[in-house]
């Protein structure tokens, strides 16, 4: 796995509970005063066990989880209020058009699990073994609008693969990826095309599966990323994230190359693995800060809102509540 916080996070996360415990306002970096409220807003620590407010399921949330196996964090979204937690080792996050979450566990159950909006107990799990028994490391994974089919990438440098599950359910079918030594985070067009990046000896590498495709191609960018980090499609483009210079590539795919066409600059992140791009906005947990900022999208620049007291938060999702 790539390198967690250092421990000076304890230091941090006691400050922020000492204010809190005053009432004193926490501030973000730029925008106005975000004051998390309600269970476990402090400092968002490992959940005991599962909890949601009733009112979730009819708000829209943000899902948050974190490097080292501590739970997945639940928010209003944009508001930032605490309204539940998972106990779940999560690390990647990804939503259906249903608003069901999905959450790839990578520890010591290779397993990926599948949330109602606002649900704490899973309805669905996955399982990530390999076709001789081996089992994987799931890192990162997205849902095809067009079919419904569950990606999840195996990130660990001996596997270098993507486990494809037809519909999100039963057993999955593995596709490699030569090129890639260390698969990191996925993402559908809405063509049903499978973009992936990852890393192969730390230089970075993007790969595409066509719809019912069955080898990965390799797509070569005219600009260097330093280090992998999320991937979404957007209108007509690859937002790729690089996870040291907290910028998103806006990523023009023709063929086998990729023009960047314009960049999103993530003002004050600081190791942004899995971002999410919701509407206008984008939101990116900040590992070594230890928060997750909201920015405009495309324009970046300094965050809207800056959530506070995570612990090496790793990805972030938006799971809109379902309009009756």
Known sequence: MRSVSPNCYSLILIAAALLAGCGAPVSPVAGPVSMLQGRAAATHAEPDESWMLPEAKSEDLLYVSAFGYLGVHVLSYPQGRSVG??????LGLCVDHTGDVFVAVDGEGAEIVEYQHGGSA??????????YGEQYSPHGCAVDPKTGNLAVTNGD??????????GAKGEPQFYSIPFIGQAWSCGYDNRGNLY????????????ELPFHGTKFKQIRLDETIEQSGGVQWQHNYLAVGDLLTGTIYHVLIKGPRGAVIGTTDLSGSDVVWQFWIQGNNVVGPSEYAGDVGIW??????????TLYGFANPAAATVSLARRH
């Open 85 to 90: 937690a998972i106990q779940v080792d999560g």
């Open 122 to 131: 899973p309805i669905e799990t996955l399982y990530d073994d390999g076709p």
């Open 196 to 207: 992936v990046d990852g890393e192969y000896y730390g230089e970075f590498k993007l790969a």
């Open 296 to 305: 405009k999208y495309p324009a970046g620049g300094n965050a809207v809102k």
């Open 157 to 166: 440098t001996t596997q270098n693969n993507v486990a494809l599950y037809k």
